[in-house]
Structures are given as C-alpha cells and as structure tokens.
C-alpha cells in the first residue's frame, strides 16, 4: 500500500481564497475590515521570519496587518501594556504574540492579558474551557488545521478511533477534545504510555505532536490509517547541512497508512491559514454577524 498525501500546501491555499472573499464580502456588505496585530519580543530567527510570514499572508487576503516589533529587554509591564492598547483598538480584531518570550516575562501572564474575544491563537483559558465544554470558542490554529486535514482526507470523523501522541496545551490537549467533538474516540498517549506501539496501532487516525524526530516507526501504523503528523523537526544531513522531518518516520508509515501528511508541506501551511481564518470569525463576532459559512 502506497499512503495518499495529504497536500497541506494547496489546502491552505485554497481556505486562504475563501478568506480573501469573505473579508471582501464583509468590506462590502458592512464597511469592515478585519484587522491581526502581531507582537514580536526579540531578535529570535524563526519568529522573525514566521512573523513576516503571518503579515504578508494576513495582507494578501485583504485584512489590515499591524507588526509591534519591541526589543528583547522589554519589561513585562510595557508588553501588558501593549496588550492593554490593543485590546481597546475598535480595528484591531486579533491579537497574537509570538512566542516564545524572554525570560524576564511571564507568558501565561501576557496570554492572559489578550482580550479572549481578539485571542486568535485559542490561547487563553477562557477559549480553552469554551472548547472543553462543547461552546464556540477561538481554537489554536495548528489542531484545527490538523482536524480540517483530516476529515478533508476522510470524511466524517465519527466513530473512528484516534491517538494523540502528546499533551501540550498547544496542540494535543486541544487536538484531542476537536477530535472528541467530531465523535472520534479518542486515546491521548504521551512520553509515560505503556506499550505505546500497540497503543497506536488500534488507531484509525494518528495525530503525532511530541516534537521527537520520526519517533512513530512505519511498523506502529494500522494498515489503512490516516497520519496527520504535526512535528517539525530539523536534524543534520552527511553534507553538514539538515532537512526538516516530522515525529513519523514518513517512508515507512507511508507504505501502510491510507493517508499521510508530509514535512515540510502538510499541518505547517495550515497554521497560518487558520490564523487568518480566526481572525475574520473574531471580526465576524464582534460585529454581532455569524460566523462566515465560506471558511
């Protein structure tokens, strides 16, 4: 068997073209315009260049984009009283600050500063326990972009048997009550699960976010099962340059799995995408409008 790719890539594409028409339908019919501000504390590489990511892609779909560049020795009390700021910006509709923050800075602090109806990463207590209890909340954007994937590549999810391989707050605590509310049943695993190999193999859909490169093994995969990997991980190459894997050894989970995503090219594009969609739910919300069927 030879897995089906799950082409990440040309999904989020496609959802950030329903975005781009539904932010203009929303300019159209009710002059509004959706607004992201990002918060960047420090010189950090990768936030750098993820943060430059988010504002091209947030102006491409037509949505106002705001970078709030502060430098590394910022103090917790000026970055609270950014958030403060933007919380009371009437055109500001999400806000995100990117982590990871220096170290002078408590993060829960600040993550629980943002205003929970503007908090389009699903950070926030608030969102998390609207999550947990059934009710519509702002999710974090990577476990959404993995449910969207997976149920493009499947269908409906009921009744299928999930494992998630990890327990963040980040991505497997929330992947897990997502799958939960498609009906899914649903096996959180994690660094201390017994037998963790047979543990997936029972599994119709594998979502793997421990951040260990290609630790699910091809032979730990049902025949037949969709593999949504969420890891991203670079290790080095003979040449001394690397490349990026995810937490699945891909090459051999692919000779077994029904469906796979691929590293680079799968959950990653979503990520952002999902960003964007948040945001124009958040703008939709505010408004008193209902949520924009389109996205």
Request: aromatic share 2%; charged share 25%.
């Amino acid at each position: 068997m030879t897995a089906k790719i799950i082409d990440g890539k040309a999904y989020a594409e496609g959802l950030r073209a329903r975005i781009a028409k539904a932010v203009k339908e929303l300019q159209a019919k009710h002059g509004l315009k959706p607004g992201l501000a990002v918060v960047l504390v420090g010189e950090d590489p990768a936030s750098k260049v993820y943060v430059a990511n988010k504002a091209k892609q947030t102006v491409e779909v037509g949505m106002n984009s705001w970078e709030h560049r502060l430098d590394a020795s910022t103090s917790e009390k000026d970055l609270l009283a950014l958030v403060d700021k933007l919380n009371s910006d009437p055109t500001v509709h999400g806000i995100l600050v990117q982590l990871p923050l220096p170290k002078q800075i408590d993060s829960t602090k600040v993550l629980s500063a943002i205003d929970p109806a503007k908090d389009v990463d699903g950070f926030h207590v608030v969102n998390v326990g609207k999550l947990a209890t059934g009710q519509d909340a702002l999710v974090a954007c990577t476990p959404v972009g993995s449910v969207m994937l997976a149920k493009d590549a499947l269908g409906k999810l009921d009744g299928l048997e999930a494992v998630v391989i990890g327990r963040s707050n980040i991505v497997g605590k929330p992947m897990a009550l997502l799958l939960i509310g498609e009906s899914a049943t649903v096996t959180v695993a994690h660094s201390r699960t017994r037998e963790l190999r047979d543990v997936v193999r029972r599994a119709d859909i594998v979502v793997a976010a421990v951040g260990r490169p290609e630790m699910v093994k091809g032979d730990w995969i049902k025949p037949g099962a969709t593999v949504i990997d969420v890891g991203i991980n670079r290790v080095p190459t003979e040449d001394g340059r690397s490349r990026l894997v995810g937490d699945v050894d891909f090459a051999g989970a692919s000779e077994c799995a029904g469906a796979i995503t691929p590293v680079p090219g799968g959950v990653g594009p979503m990520t952002i995408a999902m960003l964007l969609r948040n945001t124009v739910v958040a703008a939709h919300r505010r408004a008193g409008l209902s949520d924009p069927e389109e996205v």
